[in-house]
């Protein structure tokens, strides 16, 4: 059975759509609003199957609450429901699965749940599928199939694995990689060990049940594409997020939370993989940028001991960023702990003076003045 969510400032379009559902016997109504700001601080907490929304709502409509919701869970099913079908192309753009226009009668309410419990019953599917098998790039390279962490049968092929899924949907070109897992060695042994790693990585991605192909490119010779197939990592998921440039707020903190925890280390850092090491840094930038995005929404809610610890973790990663420094302080000033700003102050100064051999900028030493003095 779907569970679903009402959003309509239209209370009688709302007991309608509610009563229509409840006739399929196919959907269990979890809860309606009528006010669409409230709806958004409760639905990912709810987490319902799919949403109902109205589009021309007062405060929030219905495609910016659509695009919040689904920031925070890309599962989620959208249904619009409007007097005005205008809005048709701006619905479909954020994915929605079905646009309904008022007055509702129930022949097209039921059209609308059978489709949606087509798309579910597949989904459900992948989501069992995928429960078994997850990759991680994060700290230690590990592969999770169907039979638990995949061991591989030689380094090589756990390279050359990690290597295509950092170049997943881009060609891949035999001579290259091979270079690359054999630095030192002829061309014809080169490509036999490539060849050879091939076939091995291949039988183990299908012994463990993993949906990820590896094809050669029928116009390039020695060209090989990964598909990962609907599988993703610990890394795309966070990037993914870091691409988007949301900003944080109530809605959204603890999505951003979670995408903080997937990065429990940098890029293959378990590893010598030396072909990473420009992506390993510019993730190691965008989880600083998104650490110090979390602490200044926590300072703006007056959640001072959240902010430190994101602060203090992003110090750890950028010990000489003056941005988190200043931050620091702040913080300390705020809580009238002056021997604790001065302390922090100092050990910034000499830390920077003894690894660099410079002092803070000037801004940075009148705003520890400005703040000394205010205490």
């Known amino acids: 059975m779907l569970s679903a969510v009402i959003v309509d400032d239209e209370i009688h379009v709302l007991n309608l759509l509610k009563m229509f559902l409840q006739k399929t016997e196919q959907v269990n109504v979890l809860e309606t609003f009528h006010d669409s700001s409230i709806a958004l601080k409760n639905i990912i907490d709810i987490k319902p199957d799919v949403v109902f929304l109205d589009i021309e709502m007062p405060e929030i409509n219905g495609l910016e609450l659509a695009n919040c919701l689904l920031e925070q869970n890309d599962e989620l099913m959208i249904v619009f429901v409007t007097g005005y079908n205008q809005y048709a192309l701006e619905a479909f753009e954020v994915n929605a699965l079905d646009y309904i226009l008022k007055p509702v009668n129930s022949n097209r309410i039921q059209k609308c749940v059978s489709r949606l419990n087509k798309l579910k019953t597949p989904m459900n599917q992948e989501k069992t599928h995928m429960g078994k ?144 090491e420009g992506e390993r840094e510019y993730l190691s930038r965008d989880y600083t940028k998104m650490l110090k995005n979390i602490a200044y929404f926590y300072l703006g809610e007056g959640l001072y001991e959240n902010a430190m610890d994101k602060l203090l973790t992003a110090k750890r990663k950028s010990p000489f960023d003056e941005e988190v420094h200043l931050n620091i302080l702040k913080i300390f000033a705020i809580q009238k702990n002056r021997a604790l700003l001065v302390k922090s102050h100092e050990e910034f100064k000499l830390e920077l003076f003894q690894e660099m051999g410079i002092e803070p900028h000037g801004e940075t030493n009148e705003f520890f003045m400005k703040l000394l003095n205010e205490l």
């Open 133 to 276: 098998t997850k990759i991680c790039c994060f700290g230690n390279f590990e592969v999770h199939g169907n039979n638990g962490v995949i061991k591989w049968p030689t380094r090589k092929v756990e390279e050359m694995f990690a290597y295509f899924i950092f170049h997943k949907d881009s060609n891949v070109e035999c001579g290259e990689l091979g270079e690359i897992l054999w630095p030192e060695g002829e061309p014809d042994k080169i490509k036999a060990n490539f060849d050879t790693s091939l076939f091995r990585l291949r039988k183990t991605i299908k012994e463990n049940g993993l949906p990820i192909e590896i094809s050669s490119k029928k116009r390039g010779k020695g060209v090989y594409r990964c598909y990962l197939h609907g599988l993703s990592s610990d890394v795309i998921e966070f990037k993914n997020a870091a691409l988007k440039n949301v900003i944080v707020n109530k809605s959204n903190i603890n999505r951003f939370e979670q995408i903080c925890s997937l990065y429990r280390d940098d890029l293959f850092s378990k590893k010598d993989y030396g072909w990473c």
